[in-house]
């Protein structure tokens, strides 16, 4: 079983930074990309960021130069750190493992989400 549970959402103003964090758990082998998605009330689900297992990073454009993604493939985390927080950045944040190779077979995982409220 493949969990991944992320942390560091909260409530910040305009302006302000965040770091999230997802942890990966379970029998896994490896894993290739990891990202963070994220969902707003009422609209679809979008990429926030992702990076590959050799550190390759890929943005929105609505993010690019204020958020960054990086990974610790030895501690299966992946981290995004928000700064320069805008009030439409805020949404639930999901992280996803693309193609977890495990005992079983190879499967994409989602977290339960955090919410990251950014204030005016």
């Known amino acids: 079983q493949v969990q991944l549970v992320e942390s560091g959402g909260g409530l910040v103003q305009a302006g302000g930074s965040l770091r999230l964090s997802c942890a990966a758990s379970?029998?896994?082998?490896?894993?290739?990309?990891m990202g963070w998605y994220r969902q707003a009330p009422g609209k679809q689900r979008d990429l926030v960021a992702t990076?590959?297992?050799?550190?390759?990073?890929n943005y929105a454009d609505s993010v690019k130069g204020r958020f960054t993604i990086s990974r610790d493939n030895a501690k299966k985390r992946v981290y995004l750190q928000m700064n320069s927080l805008k009030v439409e950045d805020t949404a639930v944040y999901y992280c996803?493992?693309?193609?977890?190779?495990?005992?079983?077979?190879?499967?994409?995982?989602w977290g339960q989400g955090t919410q990251v409220t950014v204030s005016s």
């Open positions: 996803h493992a693309d193609r977890v190779v495990v005992p079983t077979g190879i499967g994409d995982y």
């Open positions: 379970g029998s896994i082998f490896s894993i290739n990309a």
């Open positions: 990076i590959t297992t050799g550190g390759s990073a």
